[in-house]
Structures are given as structure tokens and as C-alpha cells.
């Protein structure tokens, strides 16, 4: 199974700061890797699918990089409304599995 | 609007079973692949299951396999999830997810069916 580490697990932050989530996989995913967002007592949102294709209604303060077998979510600009938990997916072998989660926090 | 409902979720005895639905509206749920997603309560999430269109591709993780079993009715837009033989290590929150043809991304999620595994 491909295991996906996300760094780091919880992170503080303030309105107005550019926030960096990291993933890594064991092994090479290509660009089958993305992001979720999840608010307390809400489904999981996809944000970013294929590495860097922001969904539908997404804000662009969102983006999706890669560099090898490292992935990155950003957001350029916190929100109040992105205090959340994110979780990067590989999608590219079964079983797809999910990192273990960053909470960005105030 | 684009709708995916569970339910059939419960409290059961360890070795028991259930049937999960997920009732599915907005889209066209016939030319979709679907899976089933858990979450245990405050934890993180974890894929379970996936069923292709046509009901001709199955996978399972292999905490489930040879106990759950995915469904689907296209005529009925409904996705099943049956549960057998069920461990207390079962308990979650369980998800149906729509799945992106070109990604396998998870883009819509219903809100979920709880079931809680104990004596």
C-alpha cells in the first residue's frame, strides 16, 4: 500500500498568512494526488484533484504543487472560513488512501 | 441540486450486519463510479470501497474484504454497502463519495452514516 505522511499535523496561523501543507508518498503517485478540506461535523470538500486542478468554486488562494513524491496544498491568503482539517489522497493505485490529516488552526 | 443521502446506518453486535444505501439525486449516477469512504469519529479518513458504472470493477481495502460487499441499482440511483461480520474496530462514520472518471478524485460526499459496533 502507498502510505501518505502529511507534514505537519497542526499548524497556527492568523488571517492574512500564507500556509504551506505538505505530503509525502512511499512511492511514486505521478500526479494522482489530492486535497480535501473538512470542517467539524462536515463531509469532506475536494478542493485540489491531479495535483493542481482547483475544483469549481474554490477560491484561487488554493493551489496544488508537486515535486517528485512531494506534494503541496497552499493558500496564499487564510481566511476565517479555511480554519479546517486537510487531508491529501493518492488516487493512482488501490487501496487510495488518505494522509493523516493537518489542522489549521487559529 | 447534486445529492448523495445514507442511511441504514445503526448500532449493532459484534458479528452482526446492515445494509448501507446511499439514495443518490441531481446527476446522471449511471455513467459514475462510486466508492465508500469511513471515518472514525475525530480520526482520519479512510477509502473502503469502489464500484465502476456497469458494476464490472469492484475493489476493496483489505480491512474489509471477504465481509462488505458493494452494490449498486442504476435504476434505482442507489449505491449499497453491505456489512458483515462486523468488529468493533467497524465503528465510523461512513461515507458515500462520487468519483472523478479522470482522477478518481472524490468530489461529492453524502453527509454520512454513523454505525457503532458493540456489545
Known amino acids: 500500500d502507498i502510505q501518505m505522511t502529511q507534514s505537519p499535523s497542526s499548524v497556527s496561523a492568523s488571517v492574512g498568512d500564507r500556509v504551506t501543507i505538505t505530503c509525502r508518498a512511499s512511492?511514486?503517485?505521478?500526479?494522482?494526488l489530492n486535497w480535501y478540506q473538512q470542517k467539524p461535523g462536515r463531509a469532506p470538500k475536494l478542493l485540489v484533484s491531479?495535483?493542481?486542478t482547483l475544483q469549481s468554486g474554490v477560491p484561487s488562494r488554493f493551489s496544488g504543487s508537486r515535486s517528485e513524491t512531494d506534494f503541496t496544498l497552499t493558500i496564499s491568503s487564510l481566511q476565517p472560513e479555511d480554519f479546517a482539517t486537510y487531508y491529501c489522497?493518492?488516487?493512482?493505485?488501490?487501496?487510495?488512501?488518505f494522509g493523516q490529516g493537518t489542522k489549521v488552526e487559529i | 441540486e447534486v445529492q448523495l443521502v445514507e442511511s441504514g446506518g445503526a448500532l449493532v453486535q459484534p458479528g452482526g450486519s446492515l445494509r448501507l444505501t446511499c439514495a443518490v439525486s441531481?446527476?446522471?449516477?449511471?455513467?459514475?463510479?462510486m466508492n465508500w469512504v469511513r471515518q472514525v469519529p475525530g480520526k482520519g479518513l479512510e477509502w473502503l470501497s469502489y464500484?465502476?458504472?456497469?458494476?464490472?470493477?469492484?475493489y476493496y481495502a483489505d480491512s474489509v474484504k471477504g465481509r462488505f460487499t458493494i452494490s449498486r441499482d442504476n435504476a434505482k440511483n442507489a449505491l449499497y454497502l453491505q456489512l458483515h461480520s462486523l468488529r468493533v474496530d467497524d465503528t465510523g462514520l461512513y461515507y458515500c463519495?462520487?468519483?472523478?472518471?479522470?482522477?478518481?478524485?472524490?468530489?461529492?460526499w453524502g453527509q454520512g452514516t454513523m454505525v457503532t459496533v458493540s456489545s
Open positions: 463519495a462520487r468519483g472523478i472518471r479522470d482522477s478518481d478524485a472524490f468530489d461529492v
Open positions: 441531481g446527476f446522471t449516477f449511471s455513467i459514475y463510479e
Open positions: 464500484i465502476n458504472s456497469g458494476s464490472t470493477t469492484i
Open positions: 512511492q511514486t503517485v505521478t500526479i494522482y
Open positions: 491531479a495535483t493542481s
Open positions: 489522497q493518492q488516487s493512482y493505485s488501490t487501496p487510495w488512501t
